[in-house]
C-alpha cells in the first residue's frame, strides 16, 4: 500500500505505491460512472479525489489547466501541492503537506479533516515556481467511503482575483485617507491661524502631498508588477546614498523613533532599478518602525557579500514563528484586515524584478531582521 515513511514536519509524508494509484484510479472509475462526466460539464469549481495519502486519484478537466500540466496523466499520484508547483512541496523528500509551511497551509488541513471523516473549508495561499504572484483558494474538503478505503472528495475555488482586488482597494484607500486627512489637517490650521508657525505647516503639508503622490505611485508599481507590466530602468547609483535617503524620509514621518545607520566598509556601487529597490527598503523600514516602540532602536546597514549588494533592517520585536511562516504571503498582516501587501511586495519586486533574494531571521532573544541581496 505505502512505501516507507520519510520523516515530515507536519502531515504524514508516507506515499502511496503507484499500483495502488493505478488499482484506486479504477475504483472511483467504477464508482462515479456517467457522473465523472458532469463534473466536467456542470461543476464550475476544480474537483479533486485524494485518497489516504493525500495523492490525486481522480480530477476533472479544469484541474490540468490551473496547474500549466501538459500531461494530465502525471497529475496521478501527486499532492495537490505538488501539482500547483507550491514552492513549499519540494523542500522536503516527503513532498506537499510536510514542511513547517505546511502546518500553515488551509488546504493540507481541510484534506487531514476529511481523511478524520469530517467535511471542511479552510482558504489556501499557494506561492508557486515561476510565478510572480500568490495564487488564493478556497479550498473544502469531503470525506468519501468506497467499500473499506476512505478518500477526500476536493473542491478548490480560485480566488486571486477577488482576494487581490479586494486587498488593494483596502490598502489604497486606507493609506490615501490617511494621508488625505493629514494634509486636510494642516491645510485648515495654516488657514485658520495664519499668524502661527507657517512654515512648519507648510512644510507639513508639502511633505504629506508628496507622500500621496509616492503612494500612489506605489501601488501602480505593485498593480504593473502583478500584472508583469513593470518595465525596468537600471541606472548606477550608490546604495547606502539610497538607503540613508530611505531613512531620512521616514525619520520625518516617524520623528519619535531613532533609526541608526551603519555605513559600509567599501562603496556599494550597484546596477538596477533604483525606485523599485528604493520601494523595497522603504517598505522593509517601515515594517520595523511600526513593530517598535519608540525607545526600541531600528538599524539599517548596507554592505557587500559574495558579489552582492546586501541590506539589512532590523528591530527588536520578534515574530511568533505563525506568523513568520506566512509573511511573504499577500494578504497575511498582523496590522488586521486590510493590509498584508508590504512584505509581499517586497519578496515580489526582489525576486520577480530585481533578481535577487530576500528572506529574514527572527528570534527572541536578537529580534527580527530583514535581509535583501541584489546582484551588483
Known amino acids: 500500500m505505502m512505501t516507507e515513511n520519510p520523516p515530515t514536519q507536519f502531515a504524514p509524508a508516507g506515499k502511496s505505491t503507484q499500483e495502488t494509484i493505478e488499482r484506486q484510479k479504477a475504483v472511483i472509475h467504477d464508482y462515479l460512472g456517467p457522473l465523472s462526466s458532469l463534473y466536467d460539464a456542470v461543476v464550475s469549481e476544480i ?58 497551509c488551509g488546504g493540507v488541513k481541510t484534506m487531514l479533516t476529511a481523511l478524520n471523516n469530517q467535511s471542511d473549508i479552510r482558504e489556501c495561499r499557494i506561492l508557486r515556481h515561476n510565478h510572480p504572484e500568490a495564487i488564493e483558494l478556497l479550498v473544502r474538503s469531503t470525506p468519501l467511503v468506497i467499500g473499506e478505503e476512505l478518500f477526500s472528495i476536493v473542491a478548490i475555488t480560485d480566488i486571486s482575483h477577488e482576494k487581490r482586488r479586494r486587498a488593494l482597494e483596502q490598502i489604497f484607500f486606507h493609506d490615501v485617507m490617511n494621508t488625505a486627512e493629514s494634509i486636510n489637517m494642516f491645510a485648515r490650521i495654516l488657514d485658520s491661524d495664519p499668524g502661527g508657525n507657517e512654515a512648519d505647516y507648510k512644510k507639513n503639508l508639502i511633505a504629506g502631498i508628496s507622500q500621496l503622490i509616492e503612494q500612489l505611485r506605489s501601488q501602480k508599481s505593485l498593480m504593473d508588477a502583478e500584472n508583469n507590466e513593470l518595465v525596468i530602468k537600471s541606472q548606477r547609483f550608490d546604495g547606502y546614498g539610497l538607503i540613508r535617503e530611505v531613512a531620512d524620509c521616514l525619520g520625518n514621518r516617524f520623528p519619535e523613533h531613532r533609526i541608526c545607520l551603519d555605513g559600509p566598509d567599501e562603496a556599494v556601487t550597484l546596477k538596477t532599478d533604483r525606485e523599485l529597490l528604493r520601494r523595497v527598503l522603504e517598505n522593509m523600514l517601515l515594517n520595523a518602525l511600526e513593530a517598535s516602540t519608540p525607545d526600541q532602536a531600528v538599524t539599517a546597514t548596507c554592505g557587500i557579500k559574495g558579489g552582492y549588494a546586501e541590506f539589512r533592517v532590523h528591530n527588536e520585536a520578534h515574530i511568533p514563528e505563525e506568523n513568520r511562516l506566512q509573511v511573504f504571503q499577500r494578504s497575511f498582516s498582523t496590522k488586521g484586515p486590510g493590509r498584508g501587501l508590504g512584505t509581499y511586495s517586497m519578496k515580489l519586486l526582489t525576486e520577480r524584478y530585481l533578481s535577487g533574494s530576500i528572506f529574514l531571521h527572527t528570534s527572541p532573544d536578537h529580534g527580527t531582521t530583514f535581509v535583501v541581496c541584489c546582484p551588483l
Open 47 to 104: 474537483i479533486l479525489i485524494v485518497n489516504q495519502n493525500r495523492q490525486i486519484v481522480f480530477f476533472n478537466s479544469l484541474f490540468p489547466s490551473l496547474v500549466d500540466a501538459r500531461d494530465p496523466q502525471r497529475l496521478y499520484g501527486m499532492r495537490p501541492g505538488e501539482a500547483f508547483a507550491c514552492v513549499n512541496s519540494c523542500k522536503t523528500y516527503g513532498g506537499c503537506g510536510t514542511t513547517e509551511f505546511c502546518s500553515k
